[in-house]
């Protein structure tokens, strides 16, 4: 058979240039009129806290939503990158955006400092790299603030449980979180799953997640640039920001195919390495995890940026009586009988209207900020986090990794993250040749 490929859905960058052409507030007129949870004066003020392509698009889809909104707030380690966002912002929301030199803040402390500005109802989006996201989100819920929060939400275990509390601890302040996982609001996808669980296709017997593309690139090191600043610049390739390739670029069809299986895997096993890649960072440049689920049945992740290879991103489910190709990178979710995917054993596909799934999951947050609803994603998010976690430190130890044991684990990616400025030592450091430590498996601990 053939291998049909598909256009991918526009990431937040592309979105970020198009936003101001179509703003998708009319997807919730009702919300205008309604005062509820957000402040008196109805206007809901946005902190934005991480100005990067990710952030900026987030800060483009919270000022399109229904209802005043206004970006009130901004914060990054980096002053040039805050200032383009800020630039970017303006030109396309210029009623909107009303965030001064005086509430623009530079540091690693410059969250605290944005988010002490607002007020109950308002919300923070926090887009830095995952590493940021536990400290970060932590501080918000003890502020009292509603929170949208980007994937990944962890690089490790003990991320993970401190989301998890702080998730918590938005649940008993009535906070409405949200997070980046946007595939679960995406309307193609949510009828697919939805008729899968239907038993469309049967029991699902076997679920992969797939991640292939061109190589993940490693950004030039200015002049008088320090080691750790380097390193945030270029968080996707070094492990103790954003966690690994597994972990903040397949998140999206891990969550997928979990979501489809209704559970969450009890272990993982599998392999992975640096075959082609030269860049001086650690990143794997391949990587397979097999997990088990409860039942027996098995999720195999793949995840590979070479170039000349195979690409495809998406999911392929196969059940009792039928397959589906759904997931993050495909548009147009199908069903089949049986596990020959063409034309004619087509039995399902989406027929209604179009969807941006990145401007839902922020209507449905600012909804529910003003209608007083319940929202909160953390648990789900976390634990689809913990996921590729745990598929990560298989891949690069060389061991078998239960769900419990990934859980418990202490080990900190980052220890003292917390108290880190700009002249602070990174987690890790080059060699005398300039190569940062790659994990080897069966030789380290797990990673």
Known sequence: MKTQTYPPLPNRREFLKNSGKAVAGAALVGAITTRGYAAEHNTIKIALVGCGGRGSGAAANALSTAGPTKLWTMADVFENRLASSHQSLSDQFPK???????????????????????DKGDVVLLTTPPAFRPIHFEYAAEKGVNVFMEKSFAVDAPGIRRVLRAGELAQQKNLKVATGLMSRHYKPLEAAVERIHQGAIGDVITAWAYRMHGPVGLGPRAPGTSDLAFQIANYSCFTWLNGSFIVDWLIHNLDVCCWVKNGWPVSVQGMGGRQVRREPDQLFDHYEAEYTFTDGTRLLAQGRHMTGCWDFFGDVIHGAKGSAIL???????????????????????????????YQTEHDLLLDAIRNDK???????????????????????????????EALESNLELAPGLDHFTLDSKP????????QYPIAMPGQLPLA
Not at 96 to 117: S, Y
Not at 381 to 396: D, N, Q
Not at 427 to 434: C, F, I, K, L, Y
């Open 374 to 404: 319940p929202y909160n994603e953390v648990k789900r998010s976390a634990h689809s986090c913990l996921v590729g976690i745990m598929g990560r430190m298989a891949v690069e130890s060389g061991k078998k990794i239960t769900w419990d």
């Open 327 to 357: 997931g993050e990178g495909i548009p147009n979710p199908r069903l089949f009988k049986g596990h020959q995917q063409t034309s004619e054993n087509l039995i399902w596909q989406y027929h209604g209207p179009p969807c941006n799934h």
């Open 96 to 118: 909107q955006v009303d965030a001064p030199p005086e509430r623009r803040f530079v540091g690693f402390d410059a969250f605290r400092k944005a988010i002490d500005t607002l």
């Open 427 to 434: 987690p890790v450091e080059p060699d005398a040749a300039g």
